[in-house]
């Protein structure tokens, strides 16, 4: 149904196609399109792009950079819109209006790719979740490819791709805004607020969610958090084959009952065999176990289970120093993970927090967190904003908790390791998106490594 490349071919060829976001990523779809017949126009807000830009420049691509990067959509027929940009931007409204088709890398993959896609999203879990739904894929001897927020661009590969392979993708609620086709099997792990400083509110962050399996048929398979009440909520909309998960819920397709992690009443394995800390990673299991079941064997998903040990800057323990651990969660951009990640601890840890400000509050980090903080380093755009929310926690509880100002993430540092003690565990895990200080959480979690390797 899907395998319709040369639909794709036919539709660029000789068309002016803007991409919009140049970047590394995106030079392997510009390369593709050109060997398809198109007529490239790219566009950044970057005022230069270094070396690339000769390299484009070299290929025949136009390119429009700076403020008004966006004049280079005018005129062209297909516009590849970054995942950053909201679908109702002004250029591209008046560019829909004349004739122009605006769609993206991810919504022309889940068109055209001829493989069964199991795609993952929600406010937390979402790159534990899709790691381990391709571990246990890849388990079982398939040939999988891993790409969305994690991995690599996959459009630009889509002719290495086969109807027996299978596809993994991690997909945010931007990516999922305007696409028009879901994956095969669509997984929603949990959802709280976030991201509402480009969404227009918590209705329009949940409703780019449920485009995940909106365009599912029958036969196609959606995954949802039993325990969460947002996704819970979603049943009643599904037209596809509904598998639920629960930590507490014994009726549902995957649940953990106290002991063991049961799927479709198969004992999978003891919670005491599985390697990943938390409760929360317990959670992201149920959620794979929910989407393989079918096409794993119950061997494969114990062997991930029992086996993996977790995603780089995800509770990663850095290095131990005069009984002092430190742990890079950088991946927790939300208070939700944030508080997950302190409760996977047995004991109060020195908790470094804070950066970019999504419009979200703060208020659960601190209901949810205070029991489990020692000590509160805050740095970041963000610092008075959860300050506020530990302050009134504070009073309403009559307790006390020691709130340290820190200029960066090297001064957080520094003062934590000051201020710790033997037997101390000191967590970056900011609650925040990373975009004040850092390009990325990635970028955050290799800093934060840097220095604690330095000390």
Request: proline fraction near 3%; include cysteine.
């Amino acid at each position: 149904m899907k395998d319709r490349l040369k639909e794709f071919k036919d539709n660029v060829k000789n068309k002016k196609v803007a991409i919009v976001g140049i970047g590394v990523s995106n030079t392997p779809l510009i390369e593709m399109l050109l060997n398809y017949g198109a007529k490239v126009v790219a566009c950044d807000k970057k005022t230069s792009l270094g070396d690339l830009e000769e390299k484009l420049k070299k290929l025949g691509v136009k390119l429009y950079l700076g403020e008004e990067y966006l004049k280079g959509v005018i005129d062209c027929d297909i516009i590849f819109r970054t995942p950053s940009l909201r679908p109702d931007n002004e250029y591209l409204i008046k560019a829909r209006e004349k004739g122009a088709y605006v769609t993206s890398e991810m919504g022309e993959f889940l068109k055209y790719c001829p493989a069964k896609i199991f795609g993952v999203t929600g406010s937390d879990g979402k790159t534990t979740t899709t790691t381990l739904i391709y571990e246990m894929l890849k388990n079982e001897g398939y040939k999988v490819f891993l790409g969305g927020n994690i991995g690599s661009p996959l459009l630009n590969r889509i002719e290495e791709i086969s109807k027996e392979d299978y596809v993994v993708v991690e997909l945010s609620s931007f990516q999922l805004m305007d696409v028009n086709y879901s994956p095969d099997v669509s997984i929603i792990t949990n959802l709280s607020p976030n991201h509402l400083d480009i969404h227009k509110g918590m209705d329009e962050y949940v409703n780019s969610k449920k485009n995940i399996f909106l365009h599912q048929c029958e036969n196609d398979i959606v995954v949802l958090n039993n325990d969460n009440e947002i996704t819970s909520s979603m049943k009643r909309e599904v037209k596809s084959s509904l598998r639920t998960f629960s930590m507490k819920d014994s009726t549902a397709f995957s649940y953990f009952d106290g002991e063991k992690l049961i799927c479709n009443g198969i004992s999978i394995c003891s919670i005491d065999d599985v390697k990943l800390p938390g409760m929360h990673n317990v959670e992201n299991l149920l959620a794979a176990f929910s989407a393989v079941y079918g096409f794993v064997s119950s061997e494969s998903m114990k062997k991930v289970a029992t086996s993996f040990t977790g995603v780089e800057h995800r509770i990663e323990l850095v290095r131990e120093i005069n009984g002092i651990k430190f742990y890079n969660d950088s991946i927790a951009s939300s208070p939700t993970r944030t508080v997950a990640g302190l409760k996977s601890f047995k004991n109060k840890v020195i908790l470094i927090a804070g950066g970019y400000d999504k419009k979200i509050p703060f208020e659960e980090l601190a209901t949810g967190g205070i029991d489990k903080i020692k000590i509160l380093i805050l740095m970041g755009a963000t610092r008075e904003k959860i300050k506020k929310a530990f302050e009134k926690e504070m009073e309403r509880r009559k307790i006390n908790l020691p709130i340290i100002d820190a200029e960066n993430l090297e001064d957080a540092v520094k003062k934590a390791y000051e201020m710790a003690g033997e037997g101390d565990i000191i967590t970056m895990s900011p609650a925040c998106a990373s975009f004040d200080m850092f390009k990325n959480f990635e970028e955050r979690g290799k800093k934060f490594k840097e220095i604690v390797m330095k000390l």
